[in-house]
């Protein structure tokens, strides 16, 4: 028989800004693959958005952000919680 802990803590607010975070992360690794790494390898025609492409062509960064995000909310988790509830 297992006992539940009753928290008296609120429970942390969101951040919306770390899903707007994680979205442009997402994004960013979309258009890496569509617009930049597609047409290098030749999985794909040249793109006609050079632009696009020059500016997606640091896409894969995006992954990088999406773990520092995710490693600053597993921090965030830990602090507020024991050991065993984590």
Do not use: C, K, N
């Not at 442009?24 to 050079?50: I, K, N, T, Y």
Request: charged share 15%; glycine share 10%.
């Amino acid at each position: 028989m297992s006992q539940e802990r009753a928290s008296t803590e609120a429970p942390a607010a969101r951040e919306p800004e770390l899903d707007l975070l994680r979205a442009v992360a997402a994004l960013m690794v979309v258009g890496f693959h569509f617009l930049d790494r597609g047409p290098r390898v030749g999985l794909m025609p040249e793109s006609s958005w050079p632009l696009l492409g020059g500016l997606f062509a640091y896409g894969y960064l995006g992954v990088h952000l999406f773990f520092l995000i995710s490693g600053y909310v597993i921090l965030m988790t830990a602090e507020r919680s024991t050991a065993g509830s984590f």
